[in-house]
């Protein structure tokens, strides 16, 4: 009886400390790539909230081997040297020589689309990923919408593109 005691308080315990460091891993994401988002919206107008909302939902705030192994944080396709290293791990994915590579990459792909001018400098994250949507970024349509929508509220991102609001004044 004891031990049935003590293993289910250990897993219990063992749960806890996973959902507590899967809540860390948004909050650490996001201190760490903000200023990139940021900055990359004061030099594009792209909204430093869609940056990163995209970001941390295309690698799980970090988590995903294509961000850890290939540095990308968008899903975007491209060559890639897993097999050169070793890797036995395969992805159709780009590797980027830096974290923030990819982020440029990301808004280099916004700034060659066609509405792309007319959005410049716009604050409104919500018609950012309609465009986005409606010009093919993500197969996945209104469910990534939604998705990246809720991380944006969720984590409060649209308060990065203060900055932004404050620019066109």
Do not use: C
């Not at 491209?78 to 990459?105: H, I």
Request: aromatic fraction near 10%.
């Amino acid at each position: 009886m004891f031990l049935k005691k003590r293993n289910l308080l250990l897993s219990g315990l063992m749960v806890t400390s996973l959902a507590a460091s899967a809540q860390k891993a948004p909050k650490n994401y996001i201190k760490r790539f903000s200023p990139v988002a940021v900055n990359l919206m004061k030099e594009t107008g792209v909204p430093a909230s869609v940056i990163l909302g995209v970001a941390m939902l295309e690698s799980g705030s970090g988590t995903s081997k294509n961000a850890k192994l290939l540095r990308n944080h968008f899903g975007i396709v491209g060559r890639n040297n897993l097999a050169k290293r070793g890797e036995t791990y395969r992805s159709v994915y780009r590797e980027y020589e830096t974290d923030t590579a990819s982020y440029r990459s990301f808004v280099r792909l916004i700034l060659k689309r066609k509405w792309y001018p007319a959005m410049k400098g716009n604050e409104d994250y919500n018609a950012w990923l309609d465009k986005l949507i409606h010009s093919n970024y993500s197969s996945a349509g209104n469910v990534w919408v939604s998705r990246v929508r809720s991380m944006i509220r969720k984590y409060k991102l649209y308060e990065l593109d203060d900055e932004l609001k404050l620019a066109k004044q």
